[in-house]
């Protein structure tokens, strides 16, 4: 049977503070209440959800603001990172969301780690990182992974083939489809 509980804060997946949500008696009993994440919905604690709300919304405009801001000074940036891959040019492991928080980190953006949806990336190269940022700010960076080769070992060269052109007619081309349909139609049958 359903809880109804006011939420005292913001609770990921199920609602932000000042909200009256329904919710099985095990997830309230051992987790909200006890957590002080949330209180039984009585009358008197009706009373207090106008309170929160309230809250909530100077709460959320903040939030948001700041979320732009850091939407704003981030958008389109490229940052890069240095992985170990063995001669084959495969990475051992992989880049993770604790490490692209570490270079945004490093380049002075605080990030919480809620805000990247990745898990793994495992391949190198070049690659463009989504941001959810509170208040549904998104925006995303360009992540280069730069494969680091075992000593003594090259980096394979990537040969790039040259697209030959056709000769043109004035070089002694054989002509052009159409060209030749047309002789043949022209060209007296024989049996």
């Given at each position: 049977?359903?809880?109804?509980?006011?939420?005292?804060?913001?609770?990921?997946?199920?609602?932000?503070?000042?909200?009256?949500?329904?919710?099985?008696?095990?997830?309230?009993?051992?987790?909200?209440?006890?957590?002080?994440?949330?209180?039984?919905?009585?009358?008197?604690?009706?009373?207090?959800?106008?309170?929160?709300?309230?809250?909530?919304?100077?709460?959320?405009?903040?939030?948001?603001?700041?979320?732009?801001?850091?939407?704003?000074?981030?958008?389109?940036?490229?940052?890069?990172?240095?992985?170990?891959?063995?001669?084959?040019?495969?990475?051992?492991?992989?880049?993770?969301?604790?490490?692209?928080?570490?270079?945004?980190?490093?380049?002075?953006?605080?990030?919480?780690?809620?805000?990247?949806?990745?898990?793994?990336?495992?391949?190198?190269?070049?690659?463009?990182?989504?941001?959810?940022?509170?208040?549904?700010?998104?925006?995303?960076?360009?992540?280069?992974?730069?494969?680091?080769?075992?000593?003594?070992?090259?980096?394979?060269?990537?040969?790039?083939?040259?697209?030959?052109?056709?000769?043109?007619?004035?070089?002694g081309e054989?002509?052009?489809?159409?060209?030749?349909?047309?002789?043949?139609?022209?060209?007296?049958e024989t049996?």
């Open positions: 049977m359903p809880t109804n509980l006011l939420l005292l804060e913001d609770v990921e997946d199920l609602g932000r503070s000042g909200e009256v949500v329904s919710v099985k008696p095990g997830y309230a009993r051992n987790f909200l209440i006890p957590k002080q994440k949330a209180v039984a919905a009585g009358k008197h604690e009706m009373r207090m959800q106008a309170r929160l709300q309230e809250e909530r919304a100077k709460q959320a405009a903040t939030d948001r603001k700041g979320s732009l801001k850091i939407s704003e000074d981030l958008e389109g940036k490229a940052f890069t990172t240095t992985v170990k891959v063995d001669p084959a040019g495969h990475m051992y492991g992989s880049v993770t969301a604790q490490d692209i928080l570490a270079l945004l980190s490093e380049a002075g953006f605080e990030i919480e780690k809620k805000a990247l949806k990745i898990h793994h990336l495992k391949e190198t190269g070049s690659t463009k990182v989504e941001l959810f940022l509170k208040e549904g700010v998104e925006t995303w960076i360009t992540l280069e992974i730069v494969p680091e080769y075992p000593e003594g070992y090259e980096a394979p060269k990537v040969i790039v083939e040259e697209k030959v052109e056709a000769p043109s007619e004035a070089e054989a002509p052009p489809e159409a060209e030749i349909k047309a002789e043949a139609e022209a060209a007296p049996e």
